[in-house]
């Protein structure tokens, strides 16, 4: 498994992906190596949880932290022979070569519409734009995470893609834990993202001061490289006591107690797919406002309340503190929807999908131009043509 920060999963939903499904792969007896970012945190273990973890540095800035690491982990791999490979982020796909000369079959986790994030200038955009062909030319099979993605994929390219999602976690209600934040189950909102403009914290934090809400707003999250975002994120609290922003929390049991007690969770990411943050709050039973877009619709359906602007922020908890009633009503119909997302059954997934690529049954790379390059006035066809394997 290549492309992420590694294990133990700190960070993200790829980390989360790989540690959920690597420690159940290694469970049903297959070898599973974790390529891994070097951390300040670090303490050097060979293993975790039954995965070989190799550690390697990586370049500390925003536009070459993930590549640059990538490269290091595909020189590794091609002097250590694995059967398959998993690569996360299409970023990584012009690395993809190397591992097909060394006929090492892979998958390339796409993830969602990094090219739509703000953090990328025009040039960073291209690359990804550039990027994502290059994963469908290069690898012998796509994996998204969320239907959003596959349509986008289906409609862009003309490709098939392997839909795995994450898994949701099943969050207990305990509450032990709260009162070292002076909080009380059911007695605030949250908030947990990282500062980015697509996941719209700025927005979830205006709309809800211009709420009547009498709920605090707990807000969970930083973000290396954003001190610009962070600071307007704060400044939109306009220093109204309700708010409360407690920085990253990287305590798995106090994080799981704040989604579980939360009266509401507001989510406001808009471009990565199925969000494992989304998916911990309905996994704790917890009624959720999410951004409108069609990644968080797919998760929540009918049992969430959304919102496009500020506004839409304020009158969602407004309501959801009016119906208390309602309001629980639906997080327990989010936690029943959390079982159509389970991790043994994703692990399933990339177990299957890791046998179809040794047996070279998978799609294998595709020959394709973007279909919005072909112009859009009318058919917009576009040829697809199967490559040869070893290409």
Same mark, same amino acid.
């Given at each position: 498994?290549?492309? *992420?920060?590694?294990?133990?999963?700190?960070?993200?939903?790829?980390?989360?992906?790989? &540690?959920?499904?690597?420690?159940?792969?290694?469970?049903?007896?297959?070898?599973?190596?974790?390529?891994?970012?070097?951390?300040?945190?670090?303490?050097?273990?060979?293993?975790?949880?039954?995965?070989?973890?190799?550690?390697?540095?990586?370049?500390?800035?925003?536009?070459?932290? *993930?590549?640059?690491?990538?490269?290091? $982990?595909?020189?590794?791999?091609?002097?250590?022979?694995?059967?398959?490979?998993?690569?996360?982020?299409?970023?990584?796909?012009?690395?993809?070569?190397?591992?097909?000369?060394?006929?090492?079959?892979?998958?390339?986790?796409?993830?969602? +519409?990094?090219?739509?994030?703000?953090?990328?200038?025009?040039?960073?955009?291209?690359?990804?734009?550039?990027?994502?062909?290059?994963?469908?030319?290069?690898?012998?099979?796509?994996?998204?995470?969320?239907?959003?993605?596959?349509?986008?994929?289906?409609?862009?390219?003309?490709?098939?893609?392997?839909?795995?999602?994450?898994?949701?976690?099943?969050?207990?209600? &305990?509450?032990?834990?709260?009162?070292?934040?002076? +909080?009380?189950?059911?007695?605030?909102?949250?908030?947990?993202?990282?500062?980015?403009?697509?996941?719209?914290?700025?927005?979830?934090?205006?709309?809800?001061?211009?709420?009547?809400?009498?709920?605090?707003?707990?807000?969970?999250?930083?973000?290396?490289?954003?001190?610009?975002?962070?600071?307007?994120?704060?400044?939109?609290?306009?220093?109204?006591?309700?708010?409360?922003?407690?920085?990253?929390?990287?305590?798995?049991?106090?994080?799981?107690?704040?989604?579980?007690?939360?009266?509401?969770?507001?989510?406001?990411?808009?471009?990565?797919?199925?969000?494992?943050?989304?998916?911990?709050?309905?996994?704790?039973?917890?009624?959720?406002?999410?951004?409108?877009?069609?990644?968080?619709?797919?998760?929540?359906? &009918?049992?969430?309340?959304?919102?496009?602007?500020?506004?839409?922020?304020?009158?969602?908890?407004?309501?959801?503190?009016?119906?208390?009633?309602?309001?629980?009503?639906?997080?327990?119909?989010?936690?029943?929807?959390?079982?159509?997302?389970?991790?043994?059954?994703?692990?399933?997934?990339? &177990?299957?999908?890791?046998?179809?690529?040794?047996?070279? $049954?998978?799609?294998?790379?595709?020959?394709?131009?973007?279909?919005?390059?072909?112009?859009?006035?009318?058919?917009?066809?576009?040829?697809? *043509?199967?490559?040869?394997?070893?290409?």
């Amino acid at each position: 498994m290549i492309g *992420t920060r590694g294990v133990p999963a700190r960070y993200g939903g790829f980390e989360t992906a790989v &540690e959920e499904v690597g420690r159940r792969l290694a469970e049903r007896g297959h070898r599973v190596v974790v390529y891994c970012r070097s951390h300040p945190d670090d303490e050097g273990l060979p293993t975790y949880l039954g995965m070989r973890r190799v550690v390697l540095p990586a370049l500390r800035k925003r536009s070459l932290e *993930t590549l640059s690491h990538t490269a290091l $982990s595909v020189g590794h791999v091609l002097g250590h022979r694995v059967d398959a490979a998993f690569v996360f982020n299409a970023a990584n796909a012009p690395l993809l070569p190397a591992l097909r000369t060394a006929r090492i079959p892979v998958a390339t986790h796409v993830d969602g +519409l990094e090219w739509k994030r703000a953090k990328w200038g025009p040039t960073g955009q291209r690359y990804y734009r550039r990027a994502e062909e290059l994963a469908v030319r290069w690898s012998d099979a796509l994996i998204a995470d969320a239907p959003g993605i596959a349509r986008y994929y289906t409609d862009e390219f003309g490709v098939p893609t392997r839909y795995l999602a994450y898994g949701a976690p099943v969050i207990a209600q &305990e509450s032990s834990r709260l009162g070292e934040l002076d +909080l009380t189950p059911g007695g605030y909102h949250l908030v947990v993202a990282r500062f980015e403009p697509e996941n719209h914290v700025e927005l979830a934090v205006a709309g809800y001061v211009a709420s009547a809400a009498e709920r605090p707003l707990v807000v969970v999250g930083s973000a290396p490289y954003a001190d610009d975002y962070t600071n307007r994120v704060h400044a939109a609290a306009a220093d109204d006591p309700r708010v409360r922003f407690l920085g990253g929390v990287w305590d798995a049991e106090l994080l799981d107690q704040l989604y579980a007690n939360a009266a509401t969770y507001v989510h406001g990411h808009s471009v990565g797919g199925t969000n494992p943050s989304l998916l911990r709050a309905i996994g704790a039973g917890t009624a959720t406002i999410a951004y409108d877009v069609s990644f968080n619709r797919d998760v929540l359906r &009918e049992h969430g309340r959304y919102f496009g602007d500020a506004a839409g922020v304020a009158r969602a908890v407004e309501a959801a503190e009016a119906d208390p009633t309602a309001t629980a009503s639906a997080g327990a119909s989010l936690r029943e929807r959390a079982r159509d997302f389970d991790w043994d059954d994703v692990a399933t997934g990339y &177990e299957s999908l890791a046998r179809d690529l040794v047996a070279r $049954s998978a799609p294998g790379p595709q020959r394709v131009r973007r279909r919005g390059d072909a112009g859009r006035d009318g058919a917009r066809s576009v040829a697809v *043509t199967a490559v040869a394997h070893g290409e």
